[in-house]
């Protein structure tokens, strides 16, 4: 009997294998994304993070991190007047220093003139520096009475109450105003030169015939100026 001759089946052809899915590519931001920041940044009164940002724009906040970069590499060009800084862990705008002199002309011509004695100038570099500040703080600093001083410097909108000091008797803090950024051209009090360039700042401020004599009862003593006065007269604002 013939042998039977078996074959062994063919081996099934092997799978090919499937390429990996790309991951999806991130979705583009629409084409006013950096608009909408730059507007956020701009209309910031304070420094503005990119969580704040990223809300506000409902992205990432790698994008808007990147985006962020890209405006202020174009706003650090020469041919800007301002540029976005990152202050205190945020975004601001601020006018660059090389303009600061055209800004304060600009800001003077449209306000009547402003007139302080040295006294009140000095007074004023006290509280710019040291705010929020009491009335003893600057007398111990200063070295004479400021109370006078204090008076003139609400009338004139330089200066306003910060609320109370959790000390023994309670004193008024004081601060600058945004009319004191505005006249003396400054975007916040970051921008303040050292103290030895402040009286240069003043001048250039207020012009020389803008430096007075002290005014009557500046020199003297007294009693703090009551804090319903000083709220009244510190309705030019905050301090950027």
């Known amino acids: 009997m013939p042998e039977e001759t078996t074959h062994d089946a063919a081996p099934a052809p092997a799978e090919e294998s499937l390429p990996a899915p790309e991951p999806p590519e991130a979705a583009a931001p629409p084409a006013d994304f950096r608009a909408a920041i730059e507007a956020i940044i701009y209309a910031a009164q304070e ?38 800084r990152e202050v205190a862990g945020g975004y601001k705008f601020y006018t660059k220093p090389q ?48 109370a006078g001083v204090i008076k003139t410097l609400l009338e004139r909108g330089m200066i306003t109450t910060a609320g109370r000091k959790e000390a023994l008797g309670r004193p008024i803090l004081y601060r600058t105003t945004r009319d004191f950024l505005m006249r003396f051209g400054l975007a916040s009090v970051d921008d303040l030169p050292s103290l030895k360039e402040f009286e240069a700042l003043a001048r250039a401020a207020l012009g020389e015939d803008g430096i007075v004599p002290p005014e009557p009862g500046e020199l003297e003593g007294g009693p703090e100026p009551p804090e319903t006065l000083a709220s009244a007269a510190g309705e030019g604002g905050a301090p950027e």
Request: glycine share 2%; charged share 25%; net charge neutral.
């Open 47 to 84: 420094p503005v993070t990119i969580a704040q940002i990223a809300s506000a724009v409902h992205a990432e906040k790698d994008a808007v991190r990147r985006a962020v970069r890209e405006l202020a590499e174009e706003y650090s060009a020469d041919t800007r007047g301002m540029e976005i």
């Open 99 to 146: 303009h600061h002199d055209a800004v304060r002309r600009f800001i003077k011509s449209l306000q009547p003139p402003l007139r302080l004695s040295m006294p009140a100038l000095e007074t004023l570099a006290v509280i710019a520096y040291k705010q929020p500040v009491t009335l003893p703080e600057i007398q111990e600093i200063r070295g004479v009475q400021a």
